[in-house]
DNA sequence: TGTACATCAGTGAACGCGCGTTCACTGATGTAC
DNA sequence: TGTACATCAGTGAACGCGCGTTCACTGATGTAC
């Protein structure tokens, strides 16, 4: 009953952006609004409830997307297919992705337990990152490779950069080295960065091959991680 | 007069969001409501006023930066100028920043007059690679240099999005080949991931060195160019 | 097999609020003669 | 210098709507004896 409630919601999402309305809701229901609050306990609380949904339902899609290569050496088809499996859930999905990587929702405040969700996905992308250096299998920084461009002598990690790389690398990848987790950081700003763009109409009026487009910028990321 | 109304509303922006209402402006400026209809249709209209005034300051904001460099031949210093300003405008208006790039509003149909605003800030990007490519100080393609990574053998483009660089060249660079602009949207990508990412919460818990990650993106962004 | 009772999903009315937009109006200011 | 008129910024009431949340309630279903 709840899972029908959100199924609807997730709807409603669709067409009116995050200003979600527990009335109309109720409305499409065929329900009353006030029977909504037998199944949770405000608005917030079942924005929250889609919030977590959509963080699980993503992170679960790029662990299969992943695991689904079976030879797990194979770091850049992993990451290939973790990243095409975030676009094309983004793309299927533009609401919920919007809820969770969009313009933050005026007057809502995550609740904590929200952060564990959120970070399943880093930890399924680290993972690949992770399991290429444990193999031995990555350039070490000072290696003449594409992901040695961003070790050169100009490049030093300040300290407190440094200090947060440890931090991440530490709750997401214990053992990775913080130059690899800063290439993934990279690729990941630019595959989020793309599929927000794209997904926010920004791509509107300058690139319509997006396909195509993506492919090859997900090929650039895996070039500087060294895949 | 129609100025006033526009800070008050830019400030109810930065609380409220999208959510933009007439009356809490008009209250805000000890009016009534109807007041306002003197100056705007309709509360989309003043949202497109607000949304134009956006986008021409964030272009007059990056323009200024880049003018500042006053030897046109420094291109990395232009590109890192302009970027700076770009982010900087973003951290002082977040809320601005969010009505362009965030989330679209539910609703609300961005009229034909803002597209030019908007492209406003890629012709002054697009603008330093021209310059670059004019002067003959960018690499071709061929070189083995940085920029030259994304057009190994593997990364042909294909014809569709070969077109739709052609065609973005001519709107915004003319003269520009298409894999330099290539280049110019992978770091416009870069750029504004960065941002987007940063102003929507998403470096909470991972990176809080911001001003120094985002100096190595750049830097990373700069080699990418090839300048 | 039948009665008494508890559970609990959903109802309907209400509270108090906010919203965009319209419309006839007031009343001050400026202009023309 | 003084009157008549036009302009026009801002008013106030109203329309019709939607919202989240509360509360006492109905009435069907299941359980206990």
């Given at each position: 009953m709840t899972d029908e409630i959100k199924a609807v919601a997730r709807r409603h999402l669709e067409t009116e952006g995050a200003n979600l309305s527990l009335r109309a809701v109720a409305r499409d229901m065929g329900?009353?609004?006030?029977?909504l609050y037998r199944y949770f306990a405000s608005r917030d609380e079942l924005l929250t409830a889609l919030i977590l949904d959509a963080y699980n339902a993503l992170a679960d899609v790029v662990a299969a997307a992943d695991e689904a290569?079976?030879?797990?050496?194979?770091l850049r088809a992993r990451w290939l297919a973790a990243a095409h499996a975030i676009r094309d859930w983004a793309l299927a999905r533009p609401a919920e992705y919007a809820l969770l990587y969009g313009s933050p929702v005026p007057g809502y405040v995550a609740p904590e337990d929200t952060v564990a969700a959120a970070s399943r996905i880093y930890i399924v992308l680290a993972r690949i990152l992770a399991d290429g250096f444990a193999a031995g299998a990555l350039p070490a920084?000072?290696?003449?490779?594409?992901?040695?461009?961003?070790?050169?002598?100009?490049l030093r990690l300040a300290d407190a950069l440094r200090a947060d790389l440890t931090r991440t690398t530490s709750d997401i990848?214990?053992?990775?080295?913080e130059q690899l987790l800063f290439a993934g950081l990279t690729a990941w700003i630019q595959l989020f960065g793309h599929v927000s763009l794209e997904l926010f109409g920004?791509?509107?009026?300058?690139?319509?091959a997006r396909d195509e487009f993506f492919d090859l910028q997900l090929e650039l990321t895996a070039d500087l991680m060294g895949l």
């Open positions: 329900m009353v609004s006030s029977a290569v079976t030879d797990r050496s194979r920084p000072e290696q003449d490779r594409p992901a040695a461009l961003m070790f050169g002598p100009s990848a214990p053992g990775l080295p920004q791509f509107n009026n300058v690139v319509e």
